[in-house]
């Protein structure tokens, strides 16, 4: 990657951003636009569509006319499947532009960006177009006299609902399965990280999808994302977000045609690292990149570390040095590692959560502050905080944000205890060098994702969901097939 081509396409300017509605740029119902803000410096980088209710019901009419039309549903599986391997063809094929714009919209070290972002999307376009013809339905064991189908269908109209952290990456985990599965879709991308989904989802139309197919409104949540949610013409709800609108989006359902809801939560993931781990090293080092990367803002950012006793001092100054190497800056320059916060508001949000800490008696190990406010931009350092109590805010509430909580055990049980005692249950991870305890241990985790070892496998064919309040249903993986087609049974007399 070359600083100069990144530099190029940041001095860009971008044009104001329209919803997409039945294949056409529209801008808002009332004319009404939203600013959008870089966090790289503060400044207003262009505007978007603020849409209203009405823009969200007619990008629904428009998906369920596709729907209902056959044009896509109908369609034989190898040309929809041609025309998704066009998409991921053209989102590859403007990578850097596509992570560029993102990163102006969020802040993301462009490093990360680009893989996680349109590498990670193309890929997973890729993946479900491969997959869609490949979908059987099944012959049920029945009486001689009866003939038992088990056809797989597409659900109708799909509403995506997703976060500002990874926009691409997330939307497409959702886009690529509903949309091969034959479905249409009406997606609604976060206030704050618009602008890259709205370009990735031309290049589904520039690549041959009809129109009417997917659609998008920008806007606010509780405007454009209730109205989709509350829609009587959406069949299924896939979102990823906080607790709190995951919660509000099944009353939605409850209060309209009780659609289908599926919810990515967040999480309070727990790291616990065992005195017998061989590489203890590579632990440290892991233990910090899993929670800065992106400012912390990664679903499964792994915030808590739960430490052995034995070597917490040795252990915690190891990851306290390796925060304390990472360069926080501007997300575009190739010298930095780690990016800007995505909003002014998650960025206030964080520095509270390092002062409730510290009156909440945990102990700041380093960090703790705003960085580079003279660029107007949103920068926080890595901050670590030791002797964390379970009842603590820090240990029982998801940040967002690059801050660790740190807390110690004295046996495997008490690790165990203690890794499950929050509300959450999306990723874990552990470290050993006992083989029966990684397996014990691994069964014994509350949680969607475990790691061994490691953290944060990125491959599409592995499932990603949570469990208690981390959400229900499952991104990525022939799994996620599941979401988004009913199964029906036939019974033929013979
Ligand atoms: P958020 O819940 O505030 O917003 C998510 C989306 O919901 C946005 O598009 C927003 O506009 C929309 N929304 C807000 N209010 C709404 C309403 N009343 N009705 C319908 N839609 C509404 O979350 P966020 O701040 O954008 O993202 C951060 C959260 O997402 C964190 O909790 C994080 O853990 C979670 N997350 C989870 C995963 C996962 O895979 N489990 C992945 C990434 C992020």
Not at 160 to 171: C, D, E, L, R, T
Not at 208 to 234: F, K, Q, W
Request: some cysteine.
């Amino acid at each position: 990657m070359k600083q100069n081509l990144i530099d190029d396409i940041k001095a860009q300017t971008i044009s104001p951003q329209f919803h997409l509605i039945d294949g056409k740029a529209a801008p808002a119902s009332d004319g009404g636009e939203i600013d959008v803000i870089s966090p790289i410096d503060g400044k207003k980088i262009t505007t978007m569509a603020a849409g209203t209710r009405e823009d969200a019901n007619s990008a629904v009419s428009a998906a369920r006319r596709a729907f209902n039309s056959g044009v896509w549903s109908d369609m034989a599986p190898k040309d929809r499947k041609k025309i998704m391997l066009k998409w991921a063809e053209l989102v590859e094929a403007e990578a850097l532009k596509l992570a560029v714009l993102g990163v102006r919209d969020n802040g993301t070290e462009i490093g990360m960006a680009l893989k996680a972002e349109p590498g990670s999307s193309a890929g997973t376009i890729r993946y479900y177009a491969e997959s869609l013809d490949k979908l059987y339905g099944e012959i049920a064991p029945t009486a001689p006299n009866r003939l038992g189908l088990i056809h797989k269908e597409p659900v109708g109209v799909v509403g995506v609902i997703v976060p500002w952290n990874f926009p691409m990456m997330i939307g497409a985990w959702k886009l690529a399965p509903a949309l091969a599965a034959g479905n249409t879709v009406v997606l609604k991308p976060a206030e704050v990280a618009s602008l890259s989904l709205l370009r990735l989802s031309a290049l589904a139309l520039e690549a041959g999808m009809p129109p009417g197919v997917l659609n998008v409104v920008t806007g606010a949540g509780s405007v454009v994302g209730e109205a989709i949610a509350l829609s009587m013409d959406v069949d299924v709800l896939v979102f990823t977000g906080s607790g709190g609108v995951g919660r509000r989006l099944l009353e939605y359902s409850a209060r309209s045609n009780l659609k289908r809801v599926y919810l990515e939560l967040g999480g309070k993931s727990p790291q616990v690292v065992f005195a017998d781990t061989e590489n203890l090293a590579l632990a440290a080092k892991t233990a910090a990149s899993a929670i800065f990367r992106n400012s912390g803002q990664v679903c499964i950012a792994a915030s808590r570390l739960l430490v052995e006793a034995s070597i917490h001092d040795d252990f915690i100054s190891e990851v306290a040095k390796h925060a304390e190497a990472l360069k926080v800056g501007d997300p575009l320059d190739l010298n930095n590692d780690i990016g800007a916060v995505t909003s002014a508001v998650q960025l206030k949000q964080n520095l509270e959560f390092v002062d409730g800490a510290k009156t909440q008696g945990c102990e700041l190990v380093t960090g703790g502050h705003q960085l580079h406010k003279d660029t107007g931009g949103f920068y926080m350092e890595p901050t670590i905080f030791t002797h964390v109590s379970q009842t603590s805010d820090l240990c029982q509430k998801e940040v967002f944000g690059p801050v660790l909580a740190v807390s110690t055990f004295t046996s495997e049980d008490e690790a165990i205890h203690k890794a499950n005692d929050t509300d959450f249950g999306l990723s874990s991870a552990l470290w050993t060098s006992n083989l029966s305890r990684a397996h014990r241990v691994t069964r014994r985790l509350k949680a969607g994702v475990v790691h061994v070892n490691t953290y944060g496998g990125a491959e599409v064919s592995m499932p990603l969901g949570g469990v208690k309040q981390s959400g229900n249903g499952h991104d990525k993986s022939l799994h996620a097939f599941d979401k988004y087609l009913n199964l029906k049974s036939a019974w033929i007399a013979l």
